[in-house]
């Protein structure tokens, strides 16, 4: 272990008057960079024949119930000291620095590693499907165990899994079908279950209008009822919404729509990085759940908090440094908003699945 922090840094040609970090920012705004091996791993419930990966900087191998992972990954090095700094306070129980706990350096290797899950559980449902584990499942970041991070001369542990905030109770009348389905398309997110997200999203917003019996208004005979469903009720008359903006929520719901069928009858499959599709399609959700119908009789509160606890839960628990840095490197000039409308324009905006996130096959 370092005895002297500050001269390792020095040695590596860090002055220590760039050593102050103010903020969280400061991560990713460093020049000063050093590869870093992070590893982990978790645990299996199936023995299946040589789980292995080795490509570039990600290596993955098998230990009897146990699959340990190694990933190579460059940071800063105003991170990795943050990082070091709190683990040795706690670990030798001295006085934990209360700016270090607030910018929370673990959480932000935490993210590092979820970079990683995508191709660990590509590899997980080769296996599955390969072999025949009906009890092999996907991996989350909330599985992850042990990870470490070693540099050339000592190691230090993420502070991870934390646990999270318990969410507050869902009162009876809203524990009905379609939200029921909506939390788990949010949970199968989280366990990179792209398909069975997307089937969920569809299935909810079925149920949704079972639920409220919305017969279709329209009867043109090439449009499916689902179509109509969503052309006769997510409509201005019925939501705080304008046109401009529900006009994106139809669009989209009916490319996830598309996708379903693709899954169901055409053996369509999502790529496990494709996360995106499936972040908008439950954000798209959570539009679709604040119509006058959810108001009346009082779901739309929960639901509501429910997006919200997921949005917590995906931006926050583990942010990525690496597109914090991309946007202020970007050249696009900021969005000035200045009035609620800009404001429900911006969010629409970013919420419309674009051209290129539909290119899913």
């Known amino acids: 272990m370092l005895k002297n922090v500050h001269e390792f840094f020095k040695g590596l040609f860090y002055k220590p008057d760039a050593l102050k970090v103010e903020s969280w920012h400061d991560y990713y705004r460093d020049p000063n960079k050093i590869k870093v091996l992070i590893r982990y791993s978790f645990r299996i419930p199936s023995r299946i024949d040589s789980?292995?990966?080795?490509?570039?900087?990600?290596?993955?191998?098998?230990?009897?119930?146990?699959?340990?992972?190694?990933?190579?990954?460059?940071?800063?090095i105003t991170l990795l000291r943050d990082l070091q700094k709190h683990f040795n306070d706690f670990r030798y129980r001295r006085k934990i620095d209360y700016a270090i706990s607030q910018r929370n350096p673990s959480q932000y290797f935490v993210g590092y590693l979820k970079e990683t899950l995508p191709r660990i559980n590509l590899e997980i449902a080769r296996k599955r499907y390969q072999e025949g584990h009906l009890i092999l499942?996907?991996?989350?970041?909330?599985?992850?165990?042990?990870?470490?991070?070693?540099?050339?001369?000592?190691?230090?542990?993420?502070?991870w899994p934390l646990p999270l905030p318990k969410f507050e109770d869902i009162p009876s009348n809203v524990d009905v079908v379609f939200v029921r389905d909506l939390i788990d398309a949010m949970t199968e997110y989280f366990y990179?279950?792209?398909?069975?997200?997307i089937r969920k999203v569809i299935t909810s917003v079925e149920n949704y209008f079972l639920y409220y019996n919305l017969e279709p208004k329209t009867q043109p005979p090439p449009k499916s009822k689902f179509i109509r469903?969503?052309?006769?009720?997510?409509?201005?008359?019925l939501y705080q919404y304008k046109e401009r903006d529900l006009r994106i929520i139809r669009e989209n719901i009916l490319f996830i729509y598309e996708l379903r069928n693709k899954i169901v009858h055409d053996k369509l499959r999502l790529n496990t990085d494709n996360t995106m599709i499936c972040k908008k399609a439950i954000g798209t959700l959570s539009y679709i759940y604040q119509s006058k119908y959810t108001t009346l009789d009082g779901k739309r509160r929960h639901i509501f908090g429910i997006d919200g606890h997921f949005k917590m839960i995906a931006d926050m628990v583990a942010p990525n440094l690496d597109r914090f840095e991309a946007s202020e490197k970007s050249q696009r000039e900021p969005e000035v908003i200045s009035n609620e409308d800009e404001m429900?324009?911006?969010?629409?905006?970013s919420l419309q699945i674009k051209d290129d996130e539909k290119k899913v096959y």
């Open 137 to 159: 499942k996907n991996v989350s970041i909330f599985d992850i165990e042990q990870p470490f991070v070693f540099d050339k001369t000592s190691a230090c542990a993420v502070l």
């Open 344 to 349: 429900d324009a911006s969010m629409f905006r």
């Open 51 to 76: 789980f292995r990966i080795n490509e570039n900087n990600l290596h993955a191998h098998q230990e009897g119930s146990e699959i340990k992972v190694a990933y190579e990954k460059i940071v800063s």
């Open 229 to 237: 469903q969503v052309s006769d009720y997510i409509t201005e008359d």
């Open 192 to 197: 990179f279950n792209l398909d069975e997200c």
